[in-house]
């Protein structure tokens, strides 16, 4: 079989979601790793005023494509912004497009998809079904297609406790569903889909599992291939350790519990936190392609899919996620942090309620009363509120564990040459769980909030001033609890009486053995 790299050379590529997240590090790797790529095409609607190609242009000026600008100085010359939308009928391509990437593209890359939880079942069917089915339908019409990649998520199918790389039947008919949507109002779409999701805690995973069966349905003679990541988290290596550019998923908590904002959260601290870094994804989603197109005429008659996931082979649990971000972020602080890193996961509701009150809404109160005494707009109470509506949206994947098998994995890994297996590193078992999360944490320091290291030392200063409210504060708070109790109780009065005077013998005894000595 021929490398990764060789089976690109001279291809055309096509690829949807090339402004998300993982879409940018698909697009960097793959120019950066097979520089014989002949030209990738990505569909980019116009957004805030701003034109495709204007988008992609800034996109491709961000510390992300860094290392690909030294190495390949004209990669941008590479790079055709096409105009789509897919959420609009024959995904709003000219003709003139149309032809050109019906003719000339060999390789799709579908990434596209909200990640929303909890979005409306239309909108989440409008952008992973129906956008799917259209991305189905346009590579039918490419006459040089030689695989199309679907990018899918390991919890479609969060149902079942042993997920294997298969596709499923669906949970509904997605063509009656399709249907049937058109004509219902949003009040009574809302009504119906509680009972739609069934045991899928929202709308994402639901029609992620419909997609799949679509693609599945409507492959006809297409060569697919599924790729289905897990929770997708910062870069593991490449482009560099921790790259990370948004706040969703566990970014955001990373941030919030590093800012000291977040101090509870419902969690089990022994089920599996199945995180993978972003590059093994994406190295995983282009060999699946490379494997799949070089393997078209020979290819097995059932479509492949790929687990990529770490918790069946490096496990990981949330225990350690908390005691990872506690001493990174107490290491390595966060600017003007609102209180120390203290993050502790319970998976008790009631508990977890207690002090969500205690430890999130109280201060926040008190803190927003503050600002209003001192003619300010309060805010605290609307950081918190958001920030327990991310919780709630994550809480059913921090309390549960599920089993995927990855033997599709385990081929496509065993199928790849040695130099291959550098280049194209998904290997996980060589995951350092520990150094992985301090990247991670610190990329969410350089890379989201653009904090430079060398405001650490101040970070530190706070954070120790920070510490030291905190001890006076519950020093002060001890000794009036104290003095009330004093009042009430000639036992407590005794007892004070005589610790008081057992620490002046202490000090006096102290004094007199230093003037002896001198």
């Known amino acids: 079989m021929v490398t990764i790299p060789e089976y690109y050379e001279g291809k055309n590529v096509l690829i949807t979601g090339a402004t998300g997240f993982m879409g940018k590090v698909l697009l960097e790797k793959l120019l950066r790793s097979c520089p014989g790529v002949k030209a990738a095409y990505v569909l980019v609607r116009p957004k805030a005023g701003q034109a495709p190609h204007t988008r992609i242009s800034d996109m491709i000026n961000c510390k992300l ?26 995904l709003d391509l000219s003709t003139e497009d149309k032809e050109t990437v019906s003719g000339c593209v060999n390789i799709v890359f579908h990434c596209a998809a909200t990640i929303r939880f909890n979005e409306p079942l239309k909108d989440a069917m409008q952008l992973n079904v129906l956008a799917t089915q ?36 669906p949970p509904v008919d997605y063509k009656k569903l399709i249907d049937t949507l058109e004509w219902m109002d949003d009040k009574l779409v809302s009504l119906i889909t509680p009972k739609l999701l069934g045991e899928r805690p929202n709308t994402y995973t639901f029609t992620k599992a419909l997609a799949e069966h679509l693609v599945q349905q409507e492959s006809g003679n297409l060569n697919i291939a599924i790729v289905r990541p897990s929770i997708v988290g910062a870069s593991w290596k490449e482009p560099f350790p921790g790259w990370i550019d948004n706040f969703n998923g566990p970014s955001g908590i990373f941030i919030a519990a590093g800012k000291g904002i977040l101090r509870t959260m419902r969690a089990s601290n022994n089920a599996v936190a199945d995180l993978v870094p972003v590059d093994v994804v994406i190295n995983t989603t282009l060999a699946a392609a490379w494997y799949s197109g070089s393997q078209r005429h020979a290819r097995p008659r059932s479509m492949l899919v790929y687990n990529c996931t770490t918790g069946g082979i490096n496990p990981f649990h949330w225990g350690e996620v908390e005691y990872c971000i506690n001493m990174t972020f107490k290491t390595n602080p966060l600017e003007q942090a609102f209180r120390r890193p203290n993050v502790n996961l319970r998976s008790n509701p009631f508990t977890n309620q207690y002090w969500t009150t205690v430890s999130h809404t109280l201060p926040a109160l008190l803190y927003d009363g503050f600002l209003m005494l001192t003619g300010q707009k309060p805010r605290m109470m ?66 989201v909030l653009n904090e430079e290291l060398s405001g650490l030392p101040a970070a530190r200063k706070h954070l120790n001033k920070l510490r030291n409210i905190r ?16 009042a009430r109780s000639q036992m407590a009065r005794n007892i004070w009486y005589f610790v008081v005077s057992l620490c002046f013998k202490f000090l006096s005894y102290f004094r007199a053995s230093s003037t002896m000595r001198y």
């Open 65 to 90: 494509f860094d290392r690909l600008r030294e190495e390949q100085p004209d990669f941008g010359e590479k790079i055709v912004a096409v105009n789509s939308d897919l959420t609009k009928p024959d």
């Open 134 to 169: 259209k991305m189905v339908s346009l590579a039918h019409s490419m006459k040089h297609l030689d695989v199309f990649i679907h990018v899918s998520t390991a919890y479609a199918h969060c149902d079942r406790e042993l997920i294997e790389e298969v596709v499923y039947p």
């Open 382 to 447: 609307k950081t918190i509120t958001r920030l327990h509506k991310a919780m709630m949206v994550l809480e059913y994947f921090t309390s549960h564990s599920w089993v995927w098998n990855t033997d599709n994995v385990t081929m496509l890994m065993n199928q790849m040459g040695a130099e291959d297996k550098k280049v194209f590193n998904f290997d996980v078992r060589q995951l350092h769980w520990a150094e992985y999360m301090e990247n991670y944490c610190m990329g969410t320091k350089k890379y």
């Open 471 to 486: 001890y006076t504060f519950n020093t002060i708070l001890v000794v009036l609890i104290w003095r009330i109790f004093i």
